[in-house]
């Protein structure tokens, strides 16, 4: 499909933008910057007609990465949305997979969706409002006022409680809402956070080094629907510890690259750096 929205200039910053290069995209939405939709995908070619049909028009662009599928994923894919940009993932593992579809991305505004239909694309509008309102991360909330999900199960919600009340403790963050993987963000917060889990984990990562980072974080009330087919990889134990010890080692994370910056500087500048 082609975009109604023109592309910024590239290297600018999207906040530096004039709103003379954004177009209307709803009467929800006066003006928008190019919008990049990434969806890891393993083997959900029977999901995916359900999650392109939510997708706004406006988009201007899908990129899929697909995790070596066995079925028709990306033939579906591309039948769907004929301008998909499909990215073939070389490792394993959902924090892989976006990292891989962030650099394919050529949008000012990064949006990151599940491909199991839990998800409603519909709600990416109000994603990219608060961004265009002043915000640097749109977080989907799941517990915030006028959100929900159907598919979490009484110890999952316990889990994410208690790791979400220990990622407001130890970070200062007020999130309702800590494991989930609706977010929204502009290109340059790339920048601000390295993304360096392969797991599921990725999602908890983004929501700490943002509050790190002191980027705009707003909450969007998001509901998740139940996984339309095939059986989730999620295993709530095993991820859970894994989502655990990506936040016991955050602080030891900033300190790692405080000391290998100080170990940097007695030498000089490396070739082809500037000192």
């Known amino acids: 499909m082609s975009s109604s ?37 393993m083997n959900e070619a029977e999901n995916l007609p359900y999650v392109f049909k939510t997708l706004p028009a406006w988009i201007h662009e899908v990129v899929l ?27 394993k593992g959902k924090g892989d997979a976006l990292i891989a579809g962030f650099a394919a991305c050529t949008g000012d505004i990064l949006v990151m969706i599940d491909a199991d239909g839990s998800a409603d694309g519909h709600e990416i509008v109000s994603y990219v409002s608060a961004l265009v309102s002043g915000a640097d991360f749109a977080k989907g909330s799941r517990f915030a006022n006028g959100g929900g999900t159907d598919d979490m199960t009484p110890i999952r919600k316990l889990g994410n409680h208690v790791l979400c009340s220990v990622v407001n403790t130890k970070f200062g963050a ?3 809402d800590l494991c989930y993987g609706y977010n929204a963000f502009w290109r340059h917060c790339l920048d601000k956070i390295e993304l360096d889990c392969t797991g599921f984990e990725v999602e908890t990562l983004m929501n700490i080094r943002v509050v790190k980072a002191g980027l705009k974080v707003q909450e969007i009330p998001s509901h998740e629907y139940l996984r339309i087919h095939g059986v989730s990889n999620l295993r709530a134990v095993r991820d859970g510890i894994r989502v655990l010890k990506v936040i016991l080692g955050e602080r030891s994370h900033r300190v790692r690259r405080a000391r290998r910056s100080a170990r940097v500087l007695p030498y000089g500048p490396r070739q082809g750096e500037v000192s």
């Open 5 to 41: 929205v023109r592309p910024a200039d590239a290297g600018q910053d999207p906040l530096d933008q004039s709103a003379r290069n954004y177009r209307p995209i709803s009467t929800h939405l006066a003006i928008a910057p190019p919008v990049s939709v990434v969806i890891p995908a």
């Open 65 to 91: 990465v697909d995790g070596n599928s066995t079925d028709d994923t990306v033939a579906v894919a591309r039948e769907l949305w004929p301008g998909v940009k499909v990215v073939r993932q070389r490792g």
């Open 174 to 176: 007020r999130y309702t």
